[in-house]
């Protein structure tokens, strides 16, 4: 076999709940972020569909985790909905959440699937938003009480936990660029809301450890390696800058404990620190990952300014660089995002070279379009490009671990056509094709052949 990968290397998807469970405001559910702001402006979600019930996880569970079986699955990551657990955020359990979450943990269990559970999916409870959200230490204190809560209701079962999915997107689309809500635009916030977001991440893994809970807790950042246009300095600067805004400032963190200093001067010099408390160092320090997941969909070109700020606009990141687009680029029309397949091994070098190679995971790629239905043969879709798309990066992945790379799996994003966010169902990523109207599944041509690629653990560069 040409492209062969390790014993036991990790081959599976990811999803969410609020992307794929549906019934977001039954069963005891409370409303999330998402619910409010779809009520508020629904004009903003494509074709203004909500996230009420989306991919109807919820009912159909028993059959999707067959298909994950069927895709040869040894591994899955979702998320558990705070909001349907802990409907107010703090205090009572909703024992329907308990029995559903159990159900599904069981039945991956029953199929060989690992379950990978992350606490925090975007789902802000809108019980806690109400509260300040991310901005108030009692939310945080909040969320530690919910992760103990999960610890202790799942834990004997649950060995792979996270406590994030890409945590700076909440924080760019909440604070910085108005694509999640609470659509504000104050770099200032934003800092504390990032801040108090790894705080929480470090109380759920103190609380995880202290709990002497067997099994690993992790994080799961989206990383987008900055590439300058040039070797100007100028570019290079640039570049750095946004490494540090859009990586560094949450992958220190958790794999060194602690902020890059370049980071902190920066925020320092234009008043933009967030409120350190006594005990936050030590605690952010005790944070570390046993495990880290990388989402990786496209890279970060950038440039140096040519023009100069407007003193009196809002404080941004983009103070201090330009977006690159550049030419002969290969993009995802669909979703506006750059393919760039060499980024997860530039990732992982990385990772390898700079943060003594921790242990780590591809925790999230994939490649949403829109109107797959046009590519449907005999009522099966048959996605060529997505198969490219996977084979594409599984080759820079081969090469990272021929390098050393402590990479131990590979997860799809995603698993069935989910909501995605504003988009809804505008763009679709899954190996099983979702109707909407009769919320039948069927595996697409990519999924037969991820099973095959997860049964032999690798392939060969013709196959498809
Ligand atoms: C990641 C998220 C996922 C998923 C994916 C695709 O950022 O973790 O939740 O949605 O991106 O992006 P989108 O749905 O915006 O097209």
């Not at 990790?10 to 992307?19: L, M, T, Y």
């Not at 159909?60 to 909905?81: G, M, Q």
């Not at 910085?176 to 609470?182: A, C, G, K, N, Q």
């Not at 409120?275 to 030590?282: I, K, M, Y």
Request: with cysteine.
């Amino acid at each position: 076999m040409e492209y062969q990968f390790p014993q036991d290397f990790w081959w599976g998807s990811a999803s969410s709940a609020p992307q794929t469970e549906g019934a977001s405001l039954s069963f005891g559910k409370s409303a999330t972020v998402w619910d409010r702001w779809f009520d508020e402006a629904p004009t903003r979600f494509h074709r203004q569909i909500g996230p009420a019930e989306t991919s109807t996880f919820y009912q159909h569970w028993r059959e999707d985790i067959a298909l994950l079986k069927h895709l040869r699955h040894n591994t899955f990551r979702t998320s558990i909905a705070w909001s349907r657990l802990i409907p107010e955020g703090r205090g009572a359990v909703n024992p329907e959440a308990v029995t559903f979450y159990n159900q599904i943990i069981d039945e991956m269990l029953r199929q060989g699937i690992t379950p990978f559970i992350n606490l925090f999916h975007f789902d802000m409870p809108m019980a806690m938003q109400q509260a300040g959200g991310w901005e108030n230490r009692e939310v945080v204190a909040a969320y530690a009480d919910y992760a103990q809560t999960c610890f202790r209701l799942f834990g004997d079962r649950v060995k792979h936990w996270f406590t994030f999915n890409e945590p700076i997107v909440p924080v760019e689309g909440g604070y910085l660029y108005d694509f999640h809500y609470p659509n504000v635009v104050d770099f200032r916030r934003a800092a504390t809301v990032a801040y108090h977001t790894m705080l929480a991440h470090a109380q759920a893994v103190q609380r995880f450890r202290e709990g002497g809970h067997q099994g690993e807790i992790g994080i799961i950042l989206n990383l987008t390696p900055s590439y300058p246009r040039s070797s100007h300095p100028a570019d290079q600067q640039a570049a750095h800058i946004a490494d540090l805004f859009f990586n560094r400032s949450f992958l220190d963190p958790a794999l060194l404990g602690r902020y890059p200093p370049a980071l902190v001067a920066l925020l320092e010099e234009h008043q933009q620190l967030p409120v350190c408390q006594p005990g936050d160092e030590a605690l952010l320090a005790a944070g570390r990952v046993d495990l880290l997941g990388v989402n990786y969909y496209q890279p970060r070109r950038v440039k140096c300014r040519d023009a100069l700020v407007n003193p009196h606009s809002p404080f941004m990141p983009e103070w201090f660089f330009d977006h690159y687009a550049m030419p002969g680029r290969k993009m995802n029309p669909y979703r506006g995002w750059e393919i760039y397949e060499k980024g997860i091994y530039d990732i992982l070098s990385d990772l390898r070279q700079n943060y003594g190679n921790p242990r780590c995971f591809i925790s999230e790629n994939g490649m949403g379009v829109e109107d797959e239905q046009r590519f449907a043969r005999d009522g099966r879709i048959e996605d060529d490009y997505r198969i490219e798309f996977v084979r594409d990066h599984l080759i820079w992945l081969h090469r990272a671990l021929q390098e050393g790379s402590r990479c131990l799996g590979y997860h799809m994003w995603t698993f069935i056509d989910n909501w995605s966010w504003s988009n809804a169902y505008k763009n679709r990523y899954g190996f099983v094709q979702l109707d909407l109207d009769s919320q039948q599944r069927r595996v697409k041509k990519s999924g037969e052949w991820f099973a095959r690629v997860a049964s032999e653990n690798g392939f060969t560069l013709d196959e498809k």
